[in-house]
């Protein structure tokens, strides 16, 4: 790369791309225009383009549960039938919030875990400047008491209202969650608590109102809409409640830019598809087995779990639409920390290490331009900069190889509409790794068993097992 760049002056304007709020430099990779021709061509090979026509037309691209996967037309404006139920049901959810919004509710409280709980914590945190002032929002997901405990030391339950997410609405750790919260909160203000500070966002109407809550505090979350694509739903309730409705119109409109941009770019001109092929390159021509996500922006840390599920629960499979064990890898692990944290945990690894790892830093314009936004894009330049030439020295430890790829995507300030555009993005390059890959992206399998496990092992903790290994380790955790 070091020699690609010092031979040609306009490598950067060549491989850089500004769709609306959006800006890519991809300038710093192991490619030549012959090799995005190339990997073009493989997506074309691949009927790429059909099937992104099937994802947004509403065909079944989730072949294993045999439904579509509409999470774009959560933002879509186009009349039909989807988007008519969607814009009636967001209607009644919106009303919800400007009662809420200028109600007696102070504390929010997101009780869910997956995609229930990652896309709402990592939005209501990136988007924090946008904020009501007037309410505070907290979100539990695991069961561990001492979560749940330090929640309720903060709210006042007179003025909370408890959000309880679960699209199967038989997700264990939620609905004990929701369990004990609603014993908690009967004993703090009365029988009618559940009816009074309760709603449900679920696909599973019936089963919430078998559980009490009322049908007008239910809002769905359908079917054909993956957990971890859900933030555009009902499920996104708490970032409605802290930007408003015109807030969440703008997150809305920021991902449907970015639909656009997908399904009519030419793919050498198309943002998710290049990133996409730049990620298929790597992992299967480079045998990279691990990705980088590194925002410089502290509102944006929890953007890591939040792609770490999106991407690794999508195309972390291991068998093609044909049933067949594949010959390849698929998605590498996914890992990175906010900001200049990283460069003094795991950048060690990225520029001397044996792996190859590829990296995209994150970083956002501020209006206010201080000595702190300077500093941090000159961190996040510096890193790009030094993986990409390295450093030759006499002593061989000191010596930094370089060649190494990363990608920089830089935001026109962190706005709602900005937000969208970014994991948008990234849906978009998870579908086109999953196409070339030919794995399901829409199903996770993976994460069954150990959820019908669970119950079992419950029941085993009464002693009731006859698995000798497993007893053994139950009687160590009980002190027997």
Same mark, same amino acid.
């Given at each position: 790369m070091? @020699? !690609?760049?010092a031979?040609d002056?306009?490598?950067?304007?060549?491989?850089?791309?500004?769709?609306d709020? #959006?800006?890519?430099?991809?300038?710093r990779? &192991?490619m030549?225009?012959q090799?995005?021709?190339?990997?073009?061509?493989m997506?074309?090979?691949?009927?790429?383009?059909?099937r992104i026509?099937?994802?947004?037309?509403?065909?079944?691209?989730?072949?294993?549960?045999?439904?579509? *996967?509409?999470?774009?037309a959560?933002?879509d404006?186009?009349?039909? *039938?989807?988007s008519?139920?969607?814009?009636?049901?967001?209607?009644?959810?919106?009303?919800?919030v400007?009662?809420v919004?200028?109600g007696k509710?102070?504390h929010?409280?997101n009780?869910?875990?997956g995609g229930?709980?990652?896309?709402?914590l990592?939005?209501?945190?990136?988007?924090?400047?946008?904020?009501?002032?007037n309410?505070?929002?907290?979100f539990?997901?695991c069961?561990?008491?001492a979560?749940?405990d330090?929640? #309720?030391?903060?709210? @006042?339950p007179?003025?909370?209202?408890?959000?309880i997410?679960?699209k199967?609405?038989?997700?264990?750790?939620?609905?004990l969650n929701a369990?004990?919260?609603?014993?908690w909160m009967?004993e703090k203000?009365?029988k009618?608590?559940?009816s009074?500070?309760f709603?449900a966002?679920?696909?599973?109407?019936?089963k919430?109102?078998?559980?009490?809550?009322?049908?007008?505090r +239910?809002?769905?979350?359908w079917e054909?809409v993956g957990?971890?694509y859900?933030?555009?739903?009902a499920i996104? /309730?708490?970032?409605?409640? !802290?930007i408003?409705?015109?807030g969440?119109?703008?997150?809305?409109?920021?991902?449907?830019a !970015?639909d656009e941009?997908?399904?009519?770019?030419?793919?050498?001109k198309? !943002?998710?598809?290049l990133l996409?092929?730049?990620?298929v390159?790597y992992?299967?021509?480079?045998?990279?087995?691990?990705?980088?996500i590194?925002?410089?922006?502290q509102?944006l840390r929890y953007l890591i779990p939040?792609?770490?599920q999106?991407?690794m629960e999508s195309?972390?499979?291991?068998?093609?639409?044909?049933?067949?064990?594949l010959p390849y890898?698929?998605?590498?692990?996914?890992f990175?920390?906010?900001?200049?944290n990283a460069?003094h945990?795991?950048h060690q690894?990225?520029?001397q290490g044996t792996?190859?790892?590829p990296?995209?830093?994150?970083?956002?314009?501020?209006?206010?331009?201080t000595?702190?936004?300077?500093?941090?894009f000159?961190s996040?330049?510096?890193?790009?900069q030094a993986?990409m030439s390295?450093?030759a020295?006499?002593?061989a430890?000191?010596? #930094?190889?370089g060649?190494?790829?990363?990608? +920089?995507?830089l935001l026109?300030? /962190?706005?709602?509409r900005?937000?969208g555009?970014?994991l948008?993005l990234?849906?978009?390059?998870i579908?086109?790794q999953?196409?070339i890959?030919?794995?399901n992206?829409f @199903?996770q399998?993976?994460?069954?068993?150990g959820k019908q496990?669970?119950p079992?092992i /419950?029941?085993?903790l009464?002693?009731?097992g006859?698995?000798?290994?497993?007893?053994g /380790?139950i009687?160590?955790? &009980?002190?027997?």
């Open positions: 070091r @020699d !690609m760049f031979q002056s306009d490598r950067f304007s060549r491989f850089s791309l500004q769709v709020d #959006l800006f890519l430099d991809y300038s990779n &192991r030549t225009d090799t995005i021709q190339l990997l073009c061509n997506a074309q090979q691949h009927n790429l383009s059909q026509e099937a994802l947004f037309n509403g065909e079944a691209v989730n072949t294993t549960e045999h439904r579509p *996967a509409l999470h774009t959560l933002r404006t186009n009349q039909n *039938a989807v008519d139920l969607v814009v009636a049901e967001r209607a009644r959810l919106y009303e919800f400007n009662e919004r200028h509710f102070r929010i409280v009780v869910g875990i229930s709980y990652l896309g709402p990592m939005t209501t945190h990136a988007l924090k400047e946008f904020a009501s002032p309410l505070n929002f907290y539990i997901s069961v561990d008491k979560h749940l330090e929640v #309720l030391a903060h709210i @006042d007179e003025t909370t209202l408890f959000i997410s679960s199967s609405f038989t997700t264990f750790e939620t609905l369990q004990i919260l609603k014993r009967e203000v009365g009618n608590a559940v009074n500070h709603v966002v679920t696909s599973a109407k019936d919430a109102q078998a559980q009490g809550f009322a049908a007008e +239910i809002f769905p979350v054909w957990g971890r859900s933030i555009w739903s996104g /309730l708490p970032l409605i409640l !802290m408003g409705t015109q969440f119109d703008e997150f809305l409109a920021g991902a449907r !970015m941009h997908f399904r009519g770019a030419d793919f050498d198309n !943002m998710p598809v996409a092929l730049l990620g390159w992992t299967n021509f480079f045998e990279a087995g691990a990705h980088v590194a925002p410089y922006s509102r939040y792609l770490q999106a991407d195309n972390g499979k291991r068998v093609s639409h044909q049933r067949e064990l890898q698929t998605s590498p692990v996914i990175g920390e906010a900001g200049c460069q945990t795991y690894l990225l520029h792996r190859l790892i990296v995209d830093f994150i970083l956002v314009k501020s209006p206010e331009n000595q702190q936004d300077d500093v941090l000159a996040a330049v510096s890193q790009a993986l390295g450093e020295h006499a002593e430890h000191r010596t #930094l190889p060649n190494r790829p990363s990608n +920089i995507i026109n300030q /962190l706005t709602p900005s937000l555009m970014l948008a990234y849906e978009h390059k579908f086109v999953g196409v890959w030919n794995v992206s @199903d399998w993976g994460v069954e068993l496990l669970l079992r /419950l029941s085993q009464e002693g009731k006859d698995d000798p290994a497993l007893m /380790l009687k160590q955790y &009980r002190g027997t």
